[in-house]
């Protein structure tokens, strides 16, 4: 019965949809105008440079002796097995949706159970950080220190989020991962060729979440701040750009932006658990922290934006 109504409703939103298309052409086109400026000038430049070291340096076990480094500390935190603290910081550098692959690479390596890799996904949600600086920060913003605040208030929830959560593990062997090493120019051509596939999914999951929250906007006549927070739930990206044209004081705008990308969006909800679609990791389980993700971080920018501005 669900089936038969989950397929019935799916069919009634694409009826709507392609009539929709037909009917308001100029507003998608223009839709996809803006989602193409707003991926190419804020996305690219802060993602693209980020997801290639990356990729290269996965290729030679770079961060195999950051891991060694680290993992004393990382462990205190939030008792987590040596080996596998690379998924934490790699999460951090990269940013979401980048988490899942690196818990779908130690899931297939049997580094990690799905109890573990539930708890990991709870604390591992980082915004790419040269996003949130240039992007948000200097381009959204047009204030550098608003986008450091942002960044700090987002990865301490991340932190008290993990530390809340630190269970017991169940023990598996701690087998190293090993890369196959191809020569650099191979290596560098793969990774361009990653990056660029990554970079193009999230091209068209912005515009496509764009195009209906455009259609949305046309069809009803909404209040700007709860139009830009309906957008920010279903695409942070368009969200956040939203909000920050609002006509309302910057700590709000703040702690509105803190709140949408440390709850991350359906979009990137979507994204994650395609990703790990092989296994059955619960999703309402990650849905619950990401709200709480989003509360702990904007209550975090609230302190630091007033004991500042005193």
Excluded at 33 to 38: A, D, G, T
Excluded at 42 to 70: E, T
Excluded at 274 to 282: A, N, P, R, T
Excluded at 295 to 307: A, G, K, L
Aim: proline share 2%.
């Amino acid at each position: 019965m669900n089936k038969k109504l989950n397929k019935i409703l799916l069919l009634m939103f694409l009826t709507i949809s392609f009539l929709e298309l037909f009917s308001h052409s100029n507003v998608v086109k223009e839709a996809i105008i803006n989602s193409s400026k707003l991926w190419f000038y804020n996305l690219v430049p802060s993602i693209l440079p980020i997801y290639l070291f990356i990729d290269i340096s996965l290729n030679y076990n770079y961060f195999k002796y950051i891991d060694i480094i680290l993992y004393p500390l990382l462990n205190k935190l939030f008792n987590i097995k040596k080996n596998i603290s690379y998924i934490f910081i790699l999460s951090i550098l990269s940013g979401f949706p980048s988490n899942s692959k690196y818990l779908k690479n130690a899931l297939d390596n049997n580094l990690i159970n799905i109890k573990e890799a539930n708890r990991l996904l709870i604390f591992t949600h980082f915004s790419n950080p040269l996003f949130i600086i240039e992007g948000i920060g200097v381009n959204f913003l047009n204030n550098k220190k608003i986008g450091i605040i942002i960044l700090i208030s987002h990865y301490l929830g991340n932190i008290i989020l993990g530390i809340l959560n630190r269970k017991s593990y169940d023990k598996i062997s701690n087998n190293n991962l090993e890369y196959k090493k191809n020569s650099f120019i191979n290596t560098l051509s793969n990774s361009i060729t990653n990056t660029f596939s990554i970079l193009i999914l999230l091209y068209g999951i912005i515009t496509f979440f764009m195009i209906i929250t455009s259609l949305i906007n046309i069809n009803f006549n909404i209040n700007p701040i709860i139009n830009s927070l309906i957008c920010g739930l279903l695409e942070i990206t368009n969200g956040i750009s939203l909000v920050s044209q609002l006509s309302i004081p910057v700590i709000y705008k703040g702690i509105i932006i803190t709140f949408l990308l440390s709850f991350g969006g359906l979009c990137i909800h979507m994204q994650v658990f395609s990703i790990l679609k092989e296994y059955s990791l619960k999703y309402s389980s990650y849905l619950k922290y990401r709200i709480i993700h989003g509360i702990v971080s904007s209550c975090i920018f609230y302190c630091i934006y007033i004991s500042i501005a005193k």
